[in-house]
Nanobody, 123 residues
Framework: QVQLVESGGGSVQAGGSLRLSCGASGRTLDRYVVGWFRQAPGKEREFVAAMSWIGSQTYYSDSVKGRFTISGDNARTSVYLQMNMLKPEDTAVYYC????????????????WGQGAQVTVSS
């Protein structure tokens, strides 16, 4: 069982930055793929980014590539999502999630989910 806790959401003006954190309680994440998803009101949950310590792999959606960076800490207990050049369309609840195996952009294979963090970007 993996318990994920997110922090770092908030409100920012367009062009600003925020950093989300996703921590694992009591265990390391080095055996897991950790992904970030987001869900805006009235829309389906969508993939944002994912990483795996195995092979040091990262993957981004086209909508955030070049603006967002996913990374992990040296202890391999936390994963971060650095969000720069934020746009109003980035407004959503952001979720971190974990799974074993390979990186996938689909949400259903992820077994463990955090509680979500609200990110609001005003124009």
């Amino acid at each position: 069982q993996v318990q994920l806790v997110e922090s770092g959401g908030g409100s920012v003006q367009a062009g600003g930055s925020l950093r989300l954190s996703c921590g694992a309680s009591g265990r390391t994440l080095d055996r897991y793929v950790v992904g970030w998803f987001r869900q805006a009101p009235g829309k389906e949950r969508e993939f944002v980014a994912a990483m795996s310590w195995i092979g040091s792999q990262t993957y981004y959606s086209d909508s955030v590539k070049g603006r967002f960076t996913i990374s992990g800490d040296n202890a391999r207990t936390s994963v971060y999502l650095q969000m720069n050049m934020l746009k109003p369309e980035d407004t959503a609840v952001y979720y971190c999630a974990a799974k074993t195996g390979v990186i996938t952009v689909l949400s259903s294979p992820y077994d463990y989910w955090g509680q979500g963090a609200q990110v609001t970007v005003s124009s």
